[in-house]
């Protein structure tokens, strides 16, 4: 269940991200999350801003952070954020990410892919240095939060009334189709998920949109 594997480079409509490293397919149940995510997201706020960040564990690390630290690592992080931002919009910030291992010998790394209330956070850096802290606080080390480079900067964003509005949400789906590539996921322990979402998201979800 939710190892369905799609061959095809065009998923719900959506053109896929292409790549030496997306040969070997994609998981449906990652791309029906992030497309799913982004489609809400979209809806709910006038700007929705998408940040991919990855998050490495120390190769000499005697203890690897596991998923149910980086769970909690992003609990945390949606809390202070939360907490920080003023009170006249809120972040509503969201989450898919996966789990991955290059090799057997190698402790596994996390690709994140964030979506929040552009009008909140219009900087992606916001959350990449919340995030940094928390792992810094939990590894006691630096470099292990990388801010990636298909961000364009400081994030993709969604505006809902901008003319290339929907060439923009394209766009922030096939780079985020990247996390859902078969590749890299093969060597993770048996009943591993495919991928994880923020808890609570629900696509029927009720939502008030923010007019702002």
């Known amino acids: 269940m939710g190892r369905k ?8 409509g959506y053109d896929l991200l292409e790549s030496t490293k997306t040969e070997d397919g994609y998981y449906t149940k990652t791309l029906d999350q992030i497309i799913d995510m982004t489609e809400l997201m979209m809806k709910r ?48 910030i969201h989450c898919v990410w996966v789990e991955e291992k290059a090799h057997e010998d190698r402790h596994p790394h996390y690709h994140l892919q964030f979506f929040a209330n552009g009008n909140a956070i219009q900087n992606g850096y916001r959350i990449f240095q919340e995030l940094e802290r928390q792992i810094q606080r939990r590894t006691g080390r630096k470099g292990l ?27 922030v789906i096939r780079f985020a189709s990247y996390l859902a590539k078969v590749q890299g996921k093969e060597r993770l322990a048996k009943g591993s998920r495919v991928s994880s979402a923020s808890h609570g998201f629900s696509v029927a979800a009720p939502f008030t949109e923010d007019s702002n």
């Open 5 to 12: 594997v799609l061959k095809s480079k065009i998923y719900r």
């Open 45 to 92: 706020h006038c700007k929705t801003l998408s940040v991919r960040i990855d998050i490495h564990n120390a190769q000499d690390a005697e203890i690897p952070m596991s998923r149910r630290e980086i769970t909690r690592t992003l609990e945390n992080t949606q809390r202070n954020l939360k907490k920080a931002l003023s009170a006249n919009h809120l972040p509503d």
């Open 145 to 171: 939060v990388h801010f990636c480079r298909s961000n364009e900067g400081t994030g993709r964003m969604i505006q809902r009334s901008a003319p290339d509005a929907d060439s923009q949400l394209r766009e």
